[in-house]
C-alpha cells in the first residue's frame, strides 16, 4: 500500500488529490475565474492557487483520514502550463517534501490525464483524444511512449474558445466552453463559410478564429457558438478516426477540459459507432485539471523507482508528452 498526495495547479484550477494505490481518497478543487471578456493572467492565477492551496491540503488530509506523516510520496506538475502558477505550486510540493522527509515525484500533467482516463474507464489501450485549454492531441501508445499522432499546428480548442468568448463578451463562469456549449444549443444558422483547416493528422484554429474576429458583429452569439462548435469538434473527430484507423484502435478515450462537452462526446461517438469502436469519457471530476490525476502518476512513477532529487523538480512551461518513458506500461 503507498499513499500519494498530488498538486495540479498549472492553469487556472488548483487541485489537491490524495490516491492510495487506485483508491481515490480525496480530490478537491478551486478555480479562478476572471470576468468576462478576461482571460487569465499567470500573476493572478498564481496568486490565486497560493490563496487556496494550504485549505485544500487540509481539506483532502481531512477527507482521508491522514496526517501529512503517513502520506508516503508528494507529486506535482511539472509542466505543461503556465510558468508561474507552476513554480508557485512547485514549491508548495518541494517545501512539504522537504519539512516531512518525503520523496517527490514530478509529473507531466498530459500524461496524468491519459493515465487518470485509463483509470476511470477501465479502457485498456485505446486512442487518446485530449483537447483542453492548453492542449489538442492525439495520442496512442507506442513503445513505452504516448505517442502523438496528431495535434494543433497553433492553439488548443480550449484556448480558441476562451478566445471566442471573450470576443462575444461570454462569461467565464463556471467556464467559457460550458457557456458557449449552452448558447450553441439555442444556435439556429449555420454560418456555412467558415474555414475548416485539417492538414493530415493535424488541425489548425487560428485562421477560423481570425475570421470569427472580423464577422462576429454580423451574426447572433448563439449562431456563432453553433458553427464554431460544428466546425472545430468535426475537425477534431476527423483527425480522431484517422488516427484510429492508423493504428487500428477500436477505443477511444477523451481526456481534458474540452473533453466535457456534450457536443463533442455526440459526435466522436457516432464516428466510433460507425467503425465498431467504444468511446470511453468522463465528467468534470476527473475531465478537468484535478489533483488525483498527478497523485495518480506519481504513485506509478514511485513504484517503477523512478526518483527525482530536489535539481530534478524545476518546471517547466513546455514538456511534451510523448517525452515521457513510460515504464509502467507494457
Ligand atoms: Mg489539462
Known amino acids: 500500500m503507498m499513499i500519494c498526495l498530488g498538486i495540479e495547479g498549472s492553469a487556472n484550477k488548483v487541485g489537491v488529490g490524495i490516491m492510495k494505490n487506485e483508491k481515490l481518497l480525496s480530490n478537491v478543487r478551486k478555480t479562478f475565474v476572471p470576468a468576462a471578456g478576461c482571460g487569465f493572467e ?35 506538475t511539472k509542466g505543461p502550463g503556465m510558468a508561474v502558477p507552476l513554480i508557485s505550486m512547485s514549491i508548495v510540493a518541494r517545501t512539504i517534501a ?15 490525464h491519459i493515465e487518470m482516463g485509463r483509470l476511470i474507464t ?56 460550458y457557456n458557449i456549449e449552452q448558447m450553441a444549443s439555442r444556435g439556429t444558422n449555420f454560418i456555412s463559410d467558415l474555414p475548416y483547416n485539417v ?6 484554429l487560428s485562421g477560423l478564429l481570425a475570421k470569427i474576429e472580423a464577422i462576429h458583429s454580423h451574426h447572433k452569439t448563439e449562431d456563432i457558438c453553433y458553427s464554431v462548435q460544428e466546425v472545430v ?11 484510429m484507423s492508423h493504428v487500428d484502435s477500436q477505443e477511444l478515450l477523451l481526456v481534458g477540459g474540452v473533453g466535457c462537452n456534450i457536443r463533442l462526446q455526440k459526435m466522436l461517438n457516432d464516428m466510433c459507432i460507425q467503425r465498431n469502436a467504444k468511446t470511453f469519457s468522463m465528467d468534470d471530476r476527473f475531465c478537468i485539471d ?31 508528452t ?9
Open 42 to 76: 499567470p500573476t493572478e492565477t498564481a496568486q490565486h492557487h497560493r490563496t487556496h492551496i494550504i485549505s485544500l491540503i487540509k481539506q483532502a488530509l481531512l477527507d482521508s483520514s491522514l496526517s501529512l506523516g503517513e502520506v508516503d510520496v508528494i507529486a506535482f
Open 98 to 112: 522537504l519539512l516531512w522527509n518525503k520523496p517527490l515525484s514530478a509529473v507531466n500533467h498530459c500524461v496524468a
Open 122 to 177: 477501465r479502457a485498456d489501450n485505446p486512442v487518446v483524444l485530449y483537447a483542453s485549454g492548453g492542449n489538442t492531441q492525439v495520442i496512442a501508445y507506442c513503445n513505452k511512449r504516448y505517442t502523438i499522432f496528431g495535434e494543433t499546428l497553433d492553439i488548443a480548442v480550449g484556448n480558441f474558445l476562451d478566445r471566442v468568448a471573450r470576443l462575444l463578451n461570454i462569461s467565464n463562469d463556471p467556464s467559457p466552453g
Open 199 to 204: 492538414k493530415g493528422m493535424d488541425i489548425s
Open 233 to 243: 469538434f468535426s475537425m477534431m473527430t476527423e483527425i480522431t478516426e484517422r488516427v
Open 290 to 320: 484535478n489533483g488525483a490525476m498527478i497523485a495518480h502518476v506519481g504513485l506509478l512513477q514511485q513504484k517503477e523507482g523512478i526518483e527525482f532529487n530536489l535539481k530534478d523538480t524545476a518546471v517547466t512551461q513546455r514538456f511534451r
Open 322 to 330: 510523448d517525452s515521457v518513458f513510460i515504464k509502467w506500461r507494457y
